[in-house]
């Protein structure tokens, strides 16, 4: 049976049921941090045996228990454009999800550009990407739906920059974006 809703090809639908498995190991990574006490300085994997140990704080809604600074490990596949990569996101320990993540509150030309000059500042904005990504130690956090579905919106960090966007934005490799419609790089 395919896991497609009717009226979504079946190509979107795996990228939809993808979406939901990362969202659905971030709900449940994060309901589980409150129930951790040594979660800050304990190992992943010490941690999460540790959660069966410890009181369930079933008196707050999930929504108060959920943890918004939790960073995800990531290891970069790809990188797409200037504001877009594919990584492999540990959710939970032994469970990793593979998508396609946009970087939030930033928007990069585009590399199907519409004239020279935006094609450039598209290539530049890549190999910035790249670069600041291949330092390593990547993280997701605030891991949100984006507006077009088959990824996710979220901060990323590294072990050398503590927010991406803001040094994609500060080196003019890309525009301040909060969901508007996009302008041309174009002259």
Not at 62 to 91: M, N
Not at 153 to 167: K, P, Y
């Amino acid at each position: 049976m395919p896991l497609t809703a009717p009226g979504i090809p079946r190509r979107r639908g795996f990228f939809v049921a993808a979406g939901m498995i990362f969202g659905l190991g971030v709900v449940a990574g994060a309901t589980l941090r409150p129930l951790l006490p040594a979660a800050a300085s304990a190992p992943a994997e010490t941690a999460f045996a540790a959660a069966a140990a410890g009181p369930a704080q079933t008196g707050l809604p999930i929504v108060r228990r959920l943890d918004p600074g939790l960073a995800y490990p990531a290891e970069v596949l790809r990188v797409i454009d200037g504001d877009t990569f594919e990584a492999r996101v540990r959710v939970w320990p032994g469970l990793d999800v593979d998508t396609k993540v946009r970087l939030r509150g930033i928007d990069a030309a585009e590399l199907h550009a519409r004239c020279p000059d935006e094609l450039a500042k598209a290539q530049a904005a890549r190999e910035a990407l790249q670069s600041l990504l291949a330092s390593g130690g990547v993280t997701v956090s605030h891991v949100g739906v984006d507006k077009y579905g088959g990824r996710v919106d979220a901060s990323i960090a590294t072990r050398d920059t503590a927010d991406v966007s803001a040094a994609m934005l500060s080196g003019n490799f890309a525009r301040a974006y909060d969901g508007e419609r996009r302008g041309s790089s174009c002259g």
